[in-house]
Structure formats: C-alpha cells, structure tokens
C-alpha cells in the first residue's frame, strides 16, 4: 500500500504561482513514477505531469507545459508541482498519484491517490 497526502492548494489571482506537495508513504520502493492529475467541475479528471521516481524524467500535458514544473526529494519521499502564470482554467482539484502501469496520460494507470486539493484561479 501507498499512501498519498496532497496540501498547498487555494485560491490565487491569475498570473500568479501555487506550489503543490505529495507526501509519499507506504511501499513507496516499488512506486515507478508520480503523476500530478486534476479534475474541473463537470470535466473529466485529466493528466498533469508525471516524473520518474528514479530518473526524474518529467512529461507535462501540452495545457501546462512552460508554465509548470514537477519535481522530486527522494530523501523525503515527496513529489511538489511548481505551478507559475496561473490561469483561470487550471481550477480544478489536483490529485497526486503513484503510476501503475499503462500510459502516463490515462488516470487509469494511477494505482493510488491522495485525497486532492482545491486550486482556484481568480480572473
């Protein structure tokens, strides 16, 4: 098992920045990769970013790419997602979770998720 614990969510006025934490625990060892995934009222949940637990190779969706950055401390087992130049449509719930298996971009190769915090983007 694999326990995740998101914080550093809230509200924030457009073209500003929120850094979001994963606290990993649990079986962390055989945890591949960490994805960030995030879910707008009404829309699907939808893929983020995603690093390699080990490498640290990092893909982003296109919507984020050049303004977010995902990162990893080892040491601490946690994941953070840096996120700059905040736009009203990245509002949403973000979730962090530990990759399975299958394509980093379907929330269906997620095998364990945190609870999730609100990010709201003022306009």
């Known amino acids: 098992q694999v326990q995740l614990v998101e914080s550093g969510g809230g509200l924030v006025q457009s073209g500003g920045s929120l850094r979001l934490s994963c606290a990993a625990s649990g079986r962390t060892f055989g945890t591949y990769a960490m994805g960030w995934l995030r879910q707008a009222p009404g829309k699907e949940r939808e893929f983020v970013a995603v690093i390699n637990w080990n490498s640290g190779s990092t893909t982003y969706a296109d919507s984020v790419k050049g303004r977010f950055t995902i990162s990893r401390d080892n040491a601490k087992n946690t994941v953070y997602l840096q996120m700059d130049s905040l736009k009203p449509e990245d509002t949403a719930v973000y979730y962090c979770?530990?990759?399975?298996?299958?394509?980093?971009?379907?929330?269906?190769?997620?095998?364990?998720w945190g609870q999730g915090t609100q990010v709201t983007v003022s306009s």
């Open positions: 979770a530990a990759h399975a298996s299958g394509s980093y971009y379907s929330p269906r190769s997620y095998g364990y």
